[in-house]
């Protein structure tokens, strides 16, 4: 187990292009499971690759267990990494996958075959030991890259999209015992994703980054619920969070907003009063608007037009046209709701789950958030 | 249907497998004719067989000497060629610095160039440093025209080869030596293997440079040994025959050995 510290880590490739990683901040806790998601390109991977040493580090520290490292090779760092691609040697057989690390850590032979038999017992691994990375099947093969981590006994492990190579079926399995894994040995684990389902139920905390920066920091129900800006707000959640421009109206002093043709008030504590005609995004969750009646105080009632649905099973994806505006907005219901496209319907939005955000995107809540970029 | 398929397919390979080694096969035979036997009739089986040509050869004609040079010369430069230029394309392939891709364009260049350009400024640099005359310089020379090619084969492969797998070798505590020797090189074995070959039998059959570079009979190779049962008025064509056996050996078991890697090289990338 180790703190893992990034102060202000930063990643140029060419200056030209700007930072591929730019200021990143973020603490690591002993035995923590922190998750870095985002899109492709937003740094989350040359991140990793900093903290493992397969970077050099162009600004800031990076330190472990208050050590800074900046400077110390990969191979001093007591870290271990499982890749996208497995990476193991194909030339090898899984055993000497496995024993690899060790024996040029000059570990005794006979607690080599000790600690390859163990982990090859945990893995399942034990009849394949033989065999050659060729002759394995996809989730044999991440098997083993997940062994080869276990087997050297490290501070720190590091995930690099190791499961965005197997099919769905294997991919839950393969979720549930890397969670599973970490629950077991304790040890502090970052793994990168742009699967916000990985991220949602295997981190202790995720770190959503755009751009080469840190958008947010936090549990992951807490990030979903409080996104601080517009960007965390539309990547996090299937389908994403309702987003439209909207203008504040000078009724309710300053608290309700115009959607379309639709004014809507705003719970104080989603956001402060603010000068009437200034340009707002609102959002809301899909699974906070209805198509049924629904009361309460902070109900609203908005008329539209269904212009797709798509039955998922167990929940229904209903896409509905609001009058005077361009995006869809999407409703999440039961997988039994009887809804036609191009039919009219009544739309009821839980206002107390909508959220603000000013002209730069920045959430407008009061409610205390942890910490963001 | 399918068995007429197959029929029509055995046909053509047989035909082709006699095309293609029907000069080997008629060779062989008149390695073991004497040159009399063969002005009579050039097609004729060899009969009786006359398998003291072998040791005539090897033993009256230099043909030990001259087997062991080019085994000493080809062996050299093959082993020099394949370390020094895996290493080389290894370095091209995998690390990003300045001029690398003019460097891999300079020595890649060199290979438009035909050896009789060469030739000339070779011996003269080879006389300058005592190296006229010598096995060691023509080790340098075969090693300096098969570089480029060599380079440009491996350069290729190891190029495909997945960078992932070379950060988890660091992770795992190798340094970038033991990178190249513990898994570079044995993931590259097929494109390895494939530049052996090709460097050997070129290399064992090379003679421009041989004929130009040595002219002492002590340090003579293969190809120049078979020459010299040519005479300016008539050739001895059954020793010619019978030196190219000897010549040949080394060519098919170099190749029997190497073949399956040949072959994965060659066919590398192909499959999944």
């Known amino acids: 187990m180790a703190i893992v510290k990034l102060d202000n880590l930063t990643k140029v490739y060419d200056r030209s292009h700007g930072a591929a990683a730019d200021s990143v901040s973020l603490e690591i806790g002993h035995g923590e499971f922190m998750v870095l998601l985002g899109p492709s390109g937003c740094g989350k991977t040359t991140t990793l690759r900093m903290i493992a040493g397969l970077e050099s580090i162009t600004d800031g520290t990076l330190s472990i267990d208050g050590k800074v490292v900046n400077k110390v090779p990969a191979k001093d760092r007591d870290i271990a990494m499982v890749f996208q691609s497995y990476a193991l040697y194909p030339h090898m057989t899984v055993k000497n996958n496995l024993a690899f690390g060790l024996r040029r850590r000059s570990v005794p032979r006979a607690e080599i075959e000790e600690k390859v038999q163990r982990v090859a017992a945990?893995?399942?691994?034990?009849?394949?030991?033989?065999?050659?990375?060729?002759?394995?099947?996809?989730?044999?093969?991440?098997?083993?890259?997940?062994?080869?981590?276990?087997?050297?006994?490290?501070?720190?492990?590091?995930f690099?999209?190791?499961?965005?190579?197997?099919?769905?079926?294997?991919?839950?399995?393969?979720r549930v015992e890397i969670a599973a894994l970490h629950r077991r040995l304790g040890a502090t684990m970052i793994y990168v994703t742009h699967d916000q389902i990985e991220a949602m139920t295997m981190g202790t905390r995720i770190c959503i980054m755009n751009g080469g920066r840190v958008m947010q920091v936090g549990k992951p129900l807490h990030v979903y619920r409080r996104p601080v800006n517009t960007f965390v707000a539309g990547f996090l959640g299937n389908p994403p969070m309702n987003l439209i421009p909207a203008t504040v109206t000078d009724r309710d002093g300053g608290r309700s907003v115009r959607v379309g043709e639709a004014v809507l008030r705003v719970p104080e504590k989603r956001a402060p009063a603010s000068m009437p005609g200034s340009p707002v995004t609102f959002g809301i969750r899909a699974e906070h608007v209805a198509l049924t009646a629904q009361t309460g105080e902070d109900t609203a009632e908005i008329a539209g037009e269904v212009v797709?649905?798509?039955?998922?099973?167990?929940?229904?994806?209903?896409?509905?046209?609001?009058?005077?505006?361009?995006?869809?907005f999407v409703a999440r219901v039961a997988g039994d709701a009887d809804v036609t496209v191009g039919e009219r319907c009544r739309l009821f939005l839980d206002l107390s789950e909508t959220h603000l955000f000013d002209a730069q995107g920045q959430s407008m809540s009061t409610e205390p958030n942890e910490r963001t970029a | 249907m399918a068995s007429l398929k197959r029929s029509i397919l055995l046909l053509i390979l047989c035909g082709y497998t006699a095309f293609a080694a029907g000069p080997f096969v008629w060779a062989a035979m008149l390695s073991l004719r004497t040159t009399t036997e063969i002005h009579l009739d050039h097609f004729a089986l060899p009969d009786p067989i006359h398998w003291e040509k072998f040791p005539d050869a090897w033993f009256n004609s230099n043909y030990a000497t001259y087997f062991?040079?080019?085994?000493?010369?080809?062996?050299?430069?093959?082993?020099?060629?394949?370390i020094v230029g895996a290493m080389a394309a290894h370095c091209l392939a995998r690390y990003r610095f300045r001029f690398n891709r003019l460097i891999y364009f300079v020595l890649f260049s060199t290979i438009i160039?035909?050896?009789?350009?060469?030739?000339?400024?070779?011996?003269?640099?080879?006389?300058?440093?005592?190296?006229?005359?010598?096995?060691?310089?023509?080790?340098?020379?075969?090693v300096a025209i098969q570089l480029p090619l060599t380079v440009y084969i491996l350069e290729s492969f190891f190029a495909r080869i997945p960078a992932d797998l070379f950060d988890?070798?660091?992770?795992?505590?190798?340094?970038?030596?033991?990178?190249?020797?513990?898994?570079?090189?044995?993931?590259?074995?097929?494109?390895?293997?494939?530049?052996?070959?090709?460097?050997?039998?070129l290399?064992?059959?090379?003679?421009?440079?041989?004929?130009?570079?040595?002219?002492?009979?002590?340090?003579?190779?293969?190809?120049?040994?078979?020459?010299?049962?040519?005479?300016?008025?008539?050739?001895?064509?059954?020793?010619i025959a019978t030196g190219l056996m000897i010549a040949i050996i080394p060519v098919v078991v170099i190749y029997a050995f190497f073949s399956e890697k040949l072959i994965q090289g060659m066919t590398a990338g192909a499959v999944k």
């Open chain 1, 122 to 158: 945990t893995l399942e691994l034990d009849s394949l030991l033989g065999r050659r990375p060729h002759a394995l099947s996809g989730g044999q093969r991440q098997r083993v890259a997940l062994g080869r981590a276990i087997v050297r006994d490290p501070k720190v492990f590091l």
């Open chain 2, 113 to 142: 160039f035909p050896p009789q350009i060469t030739i000339i400024s070779l011996f003269q640099v080879l006389v300058n440093y005592g190296l006229y005359n010598s096995k060691l310089g023509l080790t340098l020379v075969y």
């Open chain 1, 160 to 174: 690099d999209e190791p499961l965005s190579n197997l099919d769905a079926a294997l991919r839950v399995s393969t």
């Open chain 2, 68 to 82: 062991l040079n080019s085994v000493q010369v080809v062996v050299a430069a093959v082993l020099i060629v394949t």
């Open chain 1, 308 to 328: 797709q649905v798509e039955s998922l099973g167990a929940e229904t994806i209903v896409m509905t046209r609001l009058a005077g505006v361009e995006n869809n």
């Open chain 2, 203 to 239: 290399l064992w059959n090379e003679f421009l440079f041989a004929v130009v570079l040595i002219t002492e009979e002590a340090n003579r190779t293969l190809p120049l040994g078979i020459q010299r049962f040519i005479g300016d008025t008539q050739e001895d064509i059954g020793m």
């Open chain 2, 168 to 201: 988890a070798a660091r992770m795992d505590g190798y340094s970038d030596w033991e990178i190249f020797w513990r898994v570079a090189l044995p993931v590259a074995l097929p494109a390895v293997a494939t530049t052996v070959i090709l460097n050997f039998i």
